[in-house]
């Protein structure tokens, strides 16, 4: 028995240690497999539809709904980001020289009549600031330029995640329903519970891609609204701008209309710069706020607070990637609880009973009574006491209620 023990501990220390060690080899791109497996999940009617239509050529199919991401989600986001970045890069060189040729006068020039009044009026009360400001600006090539080598290097990283996430995608789509076949069959669990919990988190995951998606799409709608109303310039880039920033869930929509309000303050539209502010602020953050946390919870069917604070808290510890992990450990949980549940009975209820320990074995109870031996002469056998009021058939199964039990 002792022997038994220890060798009971040895695999169970193997067993740690290889999770522990799969888990390192996963850490450099767990975000690229995880969103991966989101994807997949939420694209697996479509691979199974696609699937039959080609004539069974799954490898096919899920070539080509790896290409429609690329084109359709991955590259738009990517040309997106490169065109923002080298904006602001221009923008940050184009200040760096005005500041070092015209300096803070000329500057403020430049700027609308209200805005330069009150930038005078600030700089007068801190009378040495324009001179620091300038020196600011030509002190700090050295650290422009490393900052620049830095984002080259961000830039290189996300396009090693995005290639990973693409390729993690397609072995997905192929082999996706395999892969959770062999986990079944060998996670500590009865056999169909971890299919249950990956049928739960797919749903999960369905809903915050769905939710994530319409939500966009209702603020880039209002934000067009806003748009319209404030006559800002080429509308429909703003609109397609506002789409793929509202695709971000840690910056949102409201975040485009905003800068979009900023810049119309600095070329001098007053009135239209303080309503896209205030429409950004006010309408499309609140959009936000209240669509997605709906629409999650008619996808999960969970409590609306209970959605929030779970978007909130994947926020807060995982970033931007949290607002799908925060709902999928709600999702975990909840079904832990449900298999527990369903295993063990309700809490209070007197604790497990031999029903219950046969169930969570794989012992079939009604089997295990109908093969049952009946011991001689007992209550219930052949001449005992109850055999004038027994015919001396099989024993009967248990009722549901001894099931419930």
């Not at 020289?97 to 801190?126: F, Y």
């Not at 400001?133 to 995005?162: D, N």
């Not at 404030?230 to 910056?251: G, K, M, Q, Y």
């Not at 209240?290 to 069917?301: C, N, S, T, Y």
Request: proline share 5%.
């Amino acid at each position: 028995m002792a022997t038994d023990n220890h060798a009971r501990s040895f695999i169970v220390l193997l067993l740690v240690v290889a999770t522990a060690l799969t888990g390192l080899i996963i850490t450099p791109f767990w975000a690229a497999l995880f969103l991966a497996a989101v994807v997949a999940a939420s694209l697996r009617p479509w691979m199974e539809w696609l699937a039959r239509r080609l004539g069974g050529r799954r490898q096919l199919a899920a070539t080509l709904l790896t290409l429609g991401v690329l084109l359709a989600v991955v590259l738009p986001v990517a040309a997106f980001g490169a065109l923002v970045v080298n904006q602001v890069l221009n923008g940050v060189q184009w200040l760096r020289d005005a500041l070092q040729s015209e300096g803070i006068a000329g500057l403020m020039a430049r700027l609308p009549g209200p805005i330069e009044h009150l930038v005078r009026r600030a700089l007068a009360a801190l009378p040495e600031s324009q001179a620091q400001i300038q020196q600011l600006a030509g002190a700090q090539g050295g650290q422009a330029a490393a900052a620049v080598g830095g984002f080259l290097a961000a830039s290189a990283g996300a396009v090693f995640q995005a290639a990973m996430m693409l390729i993690s995608l397609f072995f997905f789509l192929v082999d996706g329903r395999r892969l959770i076949d062999w986990l079944d069959g060998r996670v500590p669990l009865r056999p169909g519970q971890f299919r249950e919990l990956v049928d739960d988190f797919r749903r999960t995951s369905v809903s915050v891609l769905v939710a994530t998606i319409a939500t966009a799409g209702i603020q880039t709608v209002t934000g067009l609204v806003g748009y319209l109303i404030a006559r800002a310039p080429n509308p429909i880039f703003l609109t397609f701008a506002t789409f793929i920033v509202a695709l971000v869930p840690a910056v949102g929509g409201a975040a485009m209309v905003v800068v979009v309000g900023l810049i119309m303050l600095a070329t001098g539209h007053l009135l239209a710069g303080i309503f896209l502010l205030v429409w950004g602020l006010g309408v499309v953050s609140v959009v936000d706020n209240v669509a997605r946390p709906f629409l999650l919870k008619g996808g999960m069917e969970l409590n609306g607070g209970v959605v929030f604070f779970a978007l909130l808290g994947g926020l807060a510890v995982f970033g931007g990637i949290g607002l799908v992990i925060g709902p999928l450990v709600v999702t975990f949980l909840l079904s832990t609880l449900k298999m527990y549940r369903r295993e063990f009975g309700a809490p209070g209820s007197g604790g497990v009973g031999t029903t219950a320990r046969g169930v969570a074995r794989g012992v079939d109870p009604d089997a295990a009574a109908a093969t049952a031996p009946v011991p001689a002469g007992g209550e219930g056998a052949a001449g005992g006491p109850l055999a004038s009021r027994q015919a001396p058939s099989a024993p009967a199964k248990p009722g549901r209620a001894a099931l419930d039990r």
